[in-house]
């Protein structure tokens, strides 16, 4: 890593982090010039409570900023017709600021909501043609629209995240939405709202973001800043992850792992490049419709273990900070420890290690090398088809099928 290359650091989301910090929300709206915020989450978190908990802050509070309107009806993957829905009814609404409430679908549909908003959109999906859109600052500019996240899962960080992953149903594919100002002004990282989580979407949304925080160590782009962000997060998550899957009410390790997710989005936005096991999840997320932590919890040792000279060069350090003892001198053997390592730690939260309980047939299976050699997430690095297959074919423990 050359320390005198380009690169730029920037995290712009305010992070507010601790127990109890959702009751600043309508302090949050009103600082940032909203009057009439609407609320757009999901159906689960209403049936679980945390809905009727967010809406109580406006209730006791007379007067502005008011909430003006709920919309509960997004689901996995921030799919674009429901984007298009969600802008609508903001409309409709009259509304004048967003509050996200929810995991990475959530979060992301709001993003997409915000950009339809400021671009003027009918429909995102027609803007999302390419796989990527890219907007960079200064052609990208500020959104003027109060928008706070409030993060209910450890796992995609993507309450601070300039990218939003939107399911364009009409290409059948997952494209990457970046803008540096989509993300939240605010973002509220209350373990409060987390201690419900399930045990098993509590460990594959930490594997989602320890899988960020491996793609971000290990990029091409990566350097000290990002680093700093990527080591810390992995050793706050192999730290935590156990105890708040075995633990769910147990609030340290809850703030730990929300912390340690926005810190490794936030280390892998600004390292983007090469990101094979993103690329691998994001295919095979779309096709089988496999939650996109699951996917990566199951893929991430398996792509690890078959693309070595990828992460021999910097395995050593990645070794350390998941705190393996006496890592091997050799890269080659200290890469069979971390990924053992992994391995131990996705059983021990009781995550599987194939794709066994989604179904699949051998001619689907057939197109999953394009499927990934097409998806937005690979354009920086090409997985050769050699690999993707010895993957596909251990993770849905299938018999060999040709590259």
Request: aromatic content about 8%; charged content about 20%.
């Amino acid at each position: 890593m050359s320390t005198t290359s380009f690169f730029q650091f920037s995290v712009r989301t305010v992070v507010n982090s601790g127990a109890g910090s959702r009751t600043l929300l309508p302090e949050m709206i009103k600082g940032l010039g909203g009057k009439r915020a609407v609320l757009f989450t999901d159906k689960g978190l209403t049936q679980a409570g945390i809905t009727a908990q967010i809406k109580e802050l406006f209730e006791i509070m007379p007067g502005k900023p008011e909430l003006v309107g709920v919309f509960e009806d997004i689901e996995q993957d921030a799919k674009g017709e429901i984007i298009n829905r969600g802008a609508r009814f903001f409309k409709e609404c009259n509304g004048d600021s967003l509050i996200a409430l929810g995991g990475g679908s959530v979060l992301d549909t709001v993003k997409g909501i915000k950009w339809m908003l400021h671009k003027g959109l009918d429909d995102i999906r027609d803007s999302l043609l390419t796989g990527n859109v890219m907007e960079w600052w200064p052609e990208a500019q500020y959104i003027f629209i109060p928008h706070v996240a409030i993060a209910t899962t450890a796992g995609t960080g993507a309450e601070v995240s300039p990218v939003a992953v939107i399911l364009n149903e009409k290409l059948g594919i997952k494209t990457n939405l970046l803008h540096p100002f989509i993300n939240a002004d605010m973002a509220i990282l209350d373990p409060d709202l987390t201690v419900g989580l399930p045990p098993k979407i509590t460990a594959f949304t930490g594997f989602d973001a320890l899988t960020h925080a491996v793609e971000a160590y290990f990029s091409q782009k990566a350097n000290p800043m990002t680093d700093a962000y990527a080591i810390q997060s992995i050793r706050m998550i192999v730290d935590n992850l156990e105890t708040a899957v075995r633990k769910g009410d147990d609030l340290s390790a809850r703030a730990n792992m929300l912390m340690a997710s926005s810190m490794a989005i936030s280390a892998f936005c600004l390292a983007m490049n090469a990101v094979p096991v993103h690329n691998m999840a994001h295919a095979l997320g779309a096709k089988f419709h496999i939650p996109h932590g699951l996917a990566n919890a199951v893929l991430l040792p398996n792509v690890m273990e078959s693309l070595p000279m990828y992460y021999l060069p910097r395995i050593t350090g990645f070794a350390q900070a998941l705190g393996i003892a006496n890592p091997s001198e050799q890269p080659e053997k200290c890469l069979e420890e971390v990924v053992q390592y992994l391995r131990d730690l996705r059983k021990a939260v009781n995550l599987p290690d194939t794709f066994g309980e989604f179904e699949c047939n051998e001619e689907t299976l057939q197109h999953l090398v394009p499927a990934v050699h097409n998806d937005p997430s690979g354009v920086f690095y090409k997985i050769p088809a050699t690999i993707i297959t010895k993957v596909i074919n251990e993770v849905f423990e299938v018999p060999a099928i040709k590259a």
